[in-house]
């Protein structure tokens, strides 16, 4: 079982950045795959991006390629999510999830509310 916290949510204005963090309770996180999500108000939950367990291959989605950007380390048994150049469109509750196969995320965090607001 692998418990998942994000942190680094919060209130910011258009163009600015934010840092979230997704921390893991366990050792064997190193061997997970890990995604970002993110659900606005009245919608469904939308992929974000991934990374590999090692940290080598990172994948997004259109809406934000370019701006934000998946990293981890193993040793500290985080991943983070770097978002730059945030619009009002990227104030949803974000969430990270861990999986050890393709397409299933068997462990989810709470989220971390990210609202961009002038």
């Known amino acids: 079982q692998v418990q998942l916290v994000e942190s680094g949510g919060g209130l910011v204005q258009p163009g600015g950045s934010l840092r979230l963090s997704c921390a893991a309770s366990?050792?064997?996180?190193?061997?997970?795959?890990v995604a970002w999500f993110r659900q606005a108000p009245g919608k469904g939950r939308d992929f974000v991006g991934r990374?590999?367990?090692?940290?080598?291959?990172?994948y997004y989605a259109d809406s934000v390629k370019g701006r934000f950007t998946i990293s981890r380390d193993n040793a500290a048994k985080t991943v983070y999510l770097q978002m730059n150049s945030l619009q009002s469109e990227d104030t949803a509750l974000y969430y990270c999830?861990?999986?050890?196969?393709?397409?299933?995320?068997?462990?989810w965090g709470q989220g971390t509310q990210v609202t961009v607001s002038s």
């Open positions: 999830a861990a999986g050890l196969e393709v397409g299933r995320w068997d462990y």
């Open positions: 366990e050792d064997t996180f190193r061997s997970y795959r």
């Open positions: 990374i590999s367990g090692s940290g080598a291959f990172t």
